[in-house]
């Protein structure tokens, strides 16, 4: 992480540069008022670039014509990307997408064996401009939305096992991200929110 991780971007609107690029169906998703979000949920795409992410976040997978998505993008070179608006309510966690925003990093992780029992351990690092980036953005929508007050990794909040592909006598994560190479203290020096971590499970998603 060399001297990145001494560098402080708080006061770093200005340094915001997001690319709209919304989906087709983002005004068909849910609204929501800005003062309800209170949680920000970490991703990683597990895909190898941002244009296969765009291909999944596109497909339609529900009755109301949306489909899975996060609301951010930050592809490894730090290029932000904003696909489902802020007052919507985008599918990226079960059971947080109400008062949460998603951002995904994209990171191979496990691609393209998600559930094979010899390839749970992501190897893929996060690049410092992604980090920055995503740091910049934090800041961002801190200032944004008075009640984001928690962060936390996409697998705190979903820790369900499937059967692994190959074996199913043995048990694989169904979310690993953003996974063990994803540096949280970086990000935790640089933020003003408070990481819900592994005390996700007793995390009152209703308390605002
Ligand atoms: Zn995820």
Sequence with gaps: MGNFAKITFFS???GVNLIQHKLAYDKQLTQR??????LLVIHCTELPD???ARNYGEKILYQSGTGNSGHFYIDRNGHTEQWISLDRVAHHVQGYNQNSIGIELVNQGRYPHWYH???QLPTESYPDPQ?????????????????????VGH???DRRSIPAENDESVSV???IDPGPLFPWQTVMQNTRLINIGS????YDKSAK
């Design 33 to 38: 008022a800005l003062f309800n979000i209170d």
């Design 117 to 119: 029992s010899d390839h």
């Design 155 to 157: 697998a705190d909040l």
């Design 50 to 52: 941002l244009m296969m």
């Design 199 to 202: 005390h996700a499970k007793n």
């Design 131 to 151: 980090i920055k980036a995503l740091i910049i953005l934090i800041n961002h929508l801190t200032e944004q939305l008075p009640h984001l007050k928690h962060i």
């Design 173 to 175: 994560a169904r979310k």
């Design 12 to 14: 770093s609107t200005s």
